[in-house]
């Protein structure tokens, strides 16, 4: 980024960021794309600057595919569209807490702070997770790919040449092993077109940073695990609203209506049903399930707002650093999985012609 584009946004560039002269060369991190756009939406609204303009600076100094998607939030808000719609309708940019935090803000008219809290969360958290799942993408799909091509180039050539010299020497019976795995390879070369698409994939998931991030995406909730409670954030969004002094009824309906998790909307509605109906706020979230019985204790002890968002904040870190717990014991378990997966194959192929060579030498003997 440029030096006045960097002193608007009071970024770091030397710190998390990986600013370069062309951009072939690899792009940032998602945590500081993320930073940085929190950080131009909140320039916008704390200045009072043309969004639309911001948008279109910041992505001259990105890479073709976040460029993209950039220019197509200006454009979309240059055709009159709210500047959070925009967001939601280019998915990508920010991630689903994160518009979903916007969004409230947006309805609850709270959005200069919200912008504000969102921005120095992002920069206190730290990148040692994101870098830790790039690099294992890039290590994984590395072997893989080698793992492939070896054993591509021995059934070419070595394994033809291992053959004749079985049938020359009578000892065909002993080649087993690499029998087996010969005709695995003659089922990959009937099948080519797909292990050919399979292959482009991986490479393309190799390289692609993009692509890995989405990926992960798909696979981080199977290795986190299905949760039977509310997400953290609908907790935290909530505690904002009670401390604005908005009645706990009013965020409910509006994360009702704009939650991304299904179970999470699923049990506002049946609260905001069940205090329409005539039971008090805590009832209603207890009835419907969003707090447990110790929680809606909890939050009756306290009658200020203040009170109330301390106990719904320290439920959400709570339940936050249990999901970070558990995604990381799955990760964990994942990872020997991945190992023998991987090593299953490599060990076969060494085996066969370990093998085939210990039965050449004892008939030659």
């Known amino acids: 980024m440029n030096n006045s584009f960097s002193k608007i946004l009071h970024w770091d560039a030397t710190r998390d960021s990986s600013w370069r002269i062309s951009k072939l060369l690899r792009r940032d991190s998602e945590r500081v794309e993320h930073h940085t756009l929190l950080k131009v939406l909140q320039i916008a609204s704390?200045?009072?600057l043309p969004i639309e303009s911001l948008l279109l600076a910041y992505a001259k100094e990105q890479s073709s595919a976040q460029s993209r998607l950039i220019r197509k939030v200006a454009e979309l808000i240059r055709t009159g569209t709210p500047t959070i719609a925009a967001l939601e309708q280019v998915p990508g940019l920010l991630n689903e807490e994160q518009l979903l935090s916007l969004r409230f803000a947006?309805?609850?008219?709270?959005?200069?702070?919200?912008?504000?809290r969102l921005t120095d969360l992002e920069s206190s958290v730290?990148?040692?997770?994101?870098?830790?799942?790039?690099?294992?993408?890039?290590?994984?799909?590395?072997?893989?790919?080698?793992?492939?091509?070896?054993?591509?180039?021995?059934?070419?050539?070595?394994?033809?040449?291992?053959?004749r010299i079985g049938l020359e020497f009578e000892i065909e019976t002993s080649l087993g092993p690499l029998h087996l795995m010969a005709?695995?390879?003659?089922?990959?070369v009937s099948f080519w077109p797909i292990c050919l698409m399979v292959l482009s994939v991986?490479?393309?998931?190799?390289?692609?940073?993009?692509?890995?991030?989405?990926?992960?995406?798909?696979?981080?909730?199977w290795i986190r695990g299905r949760s039977k409670r509310v997400s953290?954030?609908?907790?935290?969004?909530?505690?904002?609203?009670?401390?604005?002094?908005?009645?706990l009824l009013s965020g409910m309906s509006t994360l009702g209506k704009y939650h991304y998790g299904p179970l999470s909307r699923q049990c506002m509605l049946v609260a905001r049903n069940e205090i329409e109906q005539g039971a008090n706020d805590i009832d209603g979230m207890q009835n419907a399930k969003v707090l447990n019985a110790n929680e809606a204790?909890?939050?009756?002890?306290?009658?200020?707002?203040?009170?109330?968002?301390?106990?719904?904040?320290?439920?959400?870190?709570?339940d936050r650093k249990r999901l970070q717990s558990r995604e990381y014991?799955?990760?964990?378990?994942?990872?020997?999985?991945?190992?023998?997966?991987?090593?299953?194959?490599?060990?076969?192929?060494?085996?066969?012609?370990?093998?085939?060579?210990?039965?050449?030498i004892s008939s030659l003997a």
Not at 106 to 115: D, F, I, K, M
């Open 126 to 163: 730290g990148s040692e997770r994101e870098i830790s799942s790039e690099s294992n993408w890039v290590y994984w799909l590395s072997v893989a790919l080698i793992t492939v091509f070896i054993w591509s180039l021995m059934m070419s050539f070595i394994w033809p040449t291992f053959r």
């Open 106 to 116: 947006s309805q609850s008219g709270n959005l200069p702070a919200t912008l504000r």
């Open 46 to 48: 704390d200045g009072k």
């Open 329 to 360: 014991r799955n990760g964990l378990l994942l990872e020997p999985i991945v190992i023998v997966a991987l090593g299953i194959p490599v060990l076969w192929i060494c085996g066969s012609f370990f093998y085939m060579i210990t039965r050449l």
């Open 297 to 318: 204790a909890a939050l009756r002890e306290f009658s200020t707002p203040a009170g109330q968002a301390y106990v719904l904040r320290s439920i959400a870190t709570r």
């Open 202 to 221: 991986s490479i393309a998931l190799l390289f692609s940073t993009r692509l890995q991030r989405f990926v992960t995406a798909k696979i981080r909730p």
């Open 232 to 247: 953290p954030i609908t907790f935290e969004l909530l505690a904002s609203s009670v401390e604005e002094g908005k009645p």
């Open 183 to 188: 005709y695995a390879w003659e089922i990959c």
